[in-house]
């Protein structure tokens, strides 16, 4: 029977020019981790109690495959509650809990923050949009992205530059110190590895070769929806 040769190549070809761009950010465990329970430290400024430090991200691609590890080029493939499949390039050795973010989709994320000087306690995710703001006292608008609409209230805060707070603009409607807000905005969705799915995939390629030269393929990862809350063990998400 002859032999079929794969190449990283292939893949690696077919993920630049059909894969998602996402924002991909290593984890490492944090040293606040006890030796003892594994527990992180729930007070740690460094990982805010999760247990793993986030790299810079880098911007890379992915391409997603469905249960038959057929390759899917018109969705996210979503296979269950949160889960995705993505398979990666043959240089991006991801590995467990690092973070993939999708900046070209869009999802809806709520929390409640507290304000001081004006500006809100940090967002747990970078807001692209603010769809309300409400205290306990009234409704507040955020600026929009065209100031032509007549009729309109004057707007109350902005987002903050990173994405990461909003900062209230209006004088008359400032919020005094320790306010609470809910705040209800649109934000990318992001994922955590929490499964290697293919990590021994490879091949043996013999085309032009004196003998089968064995050649690692990209890895396939399953992804677990990190905006939502399901179920947590360990710190972790399960």
Not at 70 to 81: M, V
Request: hydrophobic share 35%.
């Amino acid at each position: 029977m002859p032999q079929i040769d794969l190449y990283a190549e292939q893949y690696d070809e077919l993920i630049r020019q059909k894969g998602m761009r996402v924002l991909w950010e290593e984890a490492m465990a944090c040293y606040c981790l006890s030796e003892d329970t594994g527990q992180p430290d729930f007070n740690c400024r460094m990982c805010g109690g999760s247990g793993f430090i986030y790299s810079a991200p880098k911007e890379t691609k992915v391409l997603t495959t469905g249960l038959t590890g057929r390759f899917n080029l018109e969705t996210i493939g979503l296979i269950q509650k949160g889960t995705a499949y993505a398979t990666a390039l043959s240089s991006d050795l991801m590995g467990y809990h690092d973070r993939l973010t999708f900046p070209d989709f869009n999802g809806k994320y709520s929390q409640t923050v507290s304000f001081t000087d004006g500006r809100s306690s940090k967002l747990h995710r970078p807001a692209k949009k603010i769809l309300r703001c409400m205290t306990a006292v009234a409704e507040f608008v955020p600026i929009r992205e065209t100031n032509s609409e007549t009729g309109l209230p004057a707007p109350d805060f902005k987002i903050a530059g990173d994405g990461f707070a909003i900062e209230w603009v209006n004088l008359e409607t400032w919020p005094p110190d320790g306010t609470r807000a809910a705040l209800l905005y649109v934000t990318s969705p992001s994922y955590i590895i929490d499964d290697i799915t293919h990590e021994l995939r490879a091949t043996f390629v013999k085309y032009k070769q004196a003998d089968n030269v064995f050649k690692e393929l990209p890895k396939q990862y399953s992804l677990k929806r990190e905006d939502f809350i399901y179920e947590y063990d360990n710190g972790r998400l399960s």
